[in-house]
């Protein structure tokens, strides 16, 4: 919970829990300030103050009214664990996700002193985690497996005893979600070598069904329900089978990713995609559709049909100024279905319709 304070009430503390939920709108922590449009010192032009707790980011409830509201940025919690849950053999000590902005330095918010780690310093944790990137790059280091080039759509495990650290690009920033945990009945499975400190870092791609396990544990973790710690040990079980449920299929494309995305580019921008339905061309790429579009989006940011849309409309927009063809032939220059069709797709697209288009850049 983040906690807000008066500059006039600064010992008037709310409730306080070791994690964060969460800082709003684009800020992030450099050095010991806070740092947001306008705003770049402990006090503010409204005496608002910031200040930092040992464990958990504060600021004052002025502050969070003038940052908005939406696009929450970051959730996380540590938990003690209780006997039942030990003896469980599977159990969360903490969880959560964090939205890290560009240019933002790494991490934005503050963590409890055996967790907390510089890039300088790095860290050594006792439990394992896995983190898992929803977007963004960066890199990953650790003792055993020396440098890693993370993207989006990897995971990456953290072993006990293991140095390691991390961090996203400055140019990208990243979204990360982490899961800690540990237990008798986790440790021999993870034993049995399903993941190694050699290979830490697998590719699942854009995965809906992961970020979706994340979030369900946020939610118990939030609601705190009987037994909810057991109920956190299962969903722990389930979330390292279904990572590697995720793995498989990523391997089973047998190819590497990166040819696979451009040959469909080259497809959908050389005009196959005319006569092949999106489906036809998963297949001739010897992949189910589903696999196809998560690759696709995970690589490129854009869903197939995304990406030969606005390939189309690029193409377009350089044959209304470059040339003199009718509207109704370049539609079907491009394969749209009729001219209706594709003024209508265009206007979406630009604002303007193919005519206002032409005559606005022949000015």
């Not at 006039?8 to 070791?18: A, S």
């Amino acid at each position: 919970m983040v906690i807000g304070s008066h500059s006039e009430e600064k010992q008037q503390w709310g409730m306080l829990i070791v994690g964060a939920d969460p800082l709003i709108g684009d800020v992030c922590r450099v050095g010991g300030r806070i740092v947001d449009a306008g705003i770049d010192s402990y006090r503010g032009k409204d005496q608002t103050s910031f200040l930092f707790h040992p464990l958990v980011a504060v600021y004052t409830s002025a502050m969070r009214k003038k940052l908005k509201h939406s696009d929450k940025l970051a959730y996380f919690k540590y938990m003690p664990v209780s006997s039942e849950a030990v003896a469980w053999g599977s159990y969360v000590t903490n969880a959560g996700f964090t939205k890290v902005a560009k240019n933002c330095q790494y991490p934005p918010y503050q963590h409890p002193s055996d967790h907390h780690f510089t890039w300088d310093k790095g860290r050594i944790l006792n439990r394992y985690q896995i983190l898992y990137i929803e977007s963004g790059s960066g890199v990953f280091e650790s003792s055993v497996c020396g440098t890693c080039k993370i993207n989006a759509g990897d995971a990456f495990v953290l072993f006990p005893g293991v140095w390691h650290r991390y961090k996203p690009d400055m140019k990208t920033g990243w979204s990360e979600y982490w899961l800690e945990f540990s237990g008798e009945y986790i440790n021999g499975l993870m034993k049995n070598r399903i993941f190694t400190p050699e290979k830490p870092v697998m590719n699942v791609g854009y995965d809906p069904g992961l970020i979706q396990i994340y979030k369900s544990i946020f939610d118990l973790i939030r609601r705190e329900p009987p037994d909810y710690q057991l109920l956190l040990g299962a969903k722990v079980v389930y979330f390292i089978a279904y990572l590697l449920s995720s793995q498989k299929k990523m391997q089973m494309v047998g190819r590497p990713v990166e040819d696979i995305i451009a040959e469909a580019k080259r497809m959908l921008l050389d005009g196959d995609a005319r006569t092949l339905s999106l489906n036809q061309i998963a297949s001739k790429l010897k992949l189910s559709f589903t696999v196809f579009r998560r690759l696709f989006k995970t690589y490129t940011g854009f869903s197939p049909r995304q990406f030969e849309l606005d390939a189309m409309i690029i193409k377009a927009k350089g044959l209304l100024k470059n040339t003199n063809m009718p509207v109704g032939m370049i539609a079907e220059e491009l394969g749209m279905e009729s001219i209706y069709y594709f003024s209508r797709l265009f206007h979406k697209k630009t604002g303007m319709s193919p005519m206002v288009y032409r005559q606005r850049s022949l000015r």
